[in-house]
């Protein structure tokens, strides 16, 4: 985005990443950033909708320490198995797990409240079914943990285990959108697979810190809005695995609202906490 946008703006863009505690740090930072238009968040929907019902304290308030901008790009998952189980549907799948001892089945995530340990959670609450966490520190100690077999279902963000779909090295069950995936065509949905109302999506986008005056928000708005329709753009996240999100900034902050509403009663009734 950085290079069309610049042009637009008339304005150097510097990315300054700032890594850690869960995407905390960075959206903290803006947070208390002067709100002036020229700091900009490329905020992750974990750090506006999880979070804050993750952590017992934050150095930010979503709902009053920011204003929307413009909705960028989302990604889903993919509810993947090791090779070794034989259910070739998410109905099979939870009747399988339904009937085993418990214990038997156990499913990995990239963390304690990551969005891949947030979907089982709430396919857990759907289906009835129990089975144990198994965190690791990133995706990829994840995958690996699925095709040796030390876990045996995994909700995978998708592009990251298109490969391994492919090669056959784990099985592809459903995807947690609300439409298939262009890449998995074959592979349903979960809404498909019998769960309707079943949307575990992750979504970037830009805010700004609250208070940045209405003039300055709307032309970064008009800007992104631009950059967001170039082609090359576009393909340059559907390279990462993101489908370009053609929203609103009132349905960005609609997202923010319920997503918020779902994963609190979610990580309540699961007891789960930050490490």
Known sequence: MAPQLSQLLGQSIVIDN???????????????????????????????AVNPSLYERLGFDPQKDF????????????????KSVTAS??????????????????????????????????FKVRTGVDFVHVPYKSGGPATI????GETKLYF??????????????????????????????????????GYPGFDVTAWHGIVVPAGTPKPVVERLNREIVKVMASPE????????????????????NARIKS???????IIKDAGIKAE
């Open 67 to 82: 204003t929307s901008v413009q909705p960028l790009a989302s990604f889903q998952f993919i509810l993947v198995l090791n």
């Open 89 to 122: 549907s998410v109905k099979e799948l939870v009747a399988q797990m339904k009937a085993a001892k418990p214990g038997t089945y156990q499913y990995a995530s990239a963390g304690v409240g990551s969005p891949n340990h947030l979907a089982a959670e709430l």
């Open 145 to 148: 943990s699925l095709i040796s």
């Open 18 to 48: 700032r890594p850690g505690a869960n995407n905390n740090i960075a959206t903290e930072l803006v947070a208390h950033a002067p709100a002036d238009g020229y700091t900009l968040l490329y905020a992750y929907s974990a750090a506006l």
């Open 259 to 265: 997503e918020t509403a779902l994963w609190s009663k």
């Open 156 to 193: 995978a963000s998708l592009s990251s285990v298109i490969p391994q779909v492919n090669s056959g090295q784990m099985k592809a069950l459903a995807v947690t959108g609300p439409k298939r995936s262009s890449e998995l065509p074959n592979v349903p949905t979960m809404q498909e697979s």
């Open 233 to 252: 753009v576009e393909e340059g996240f559907r390279r990462q695995g993101l489908d370009v999100m053609h929203e609103t900034t009132a349905q960005m």
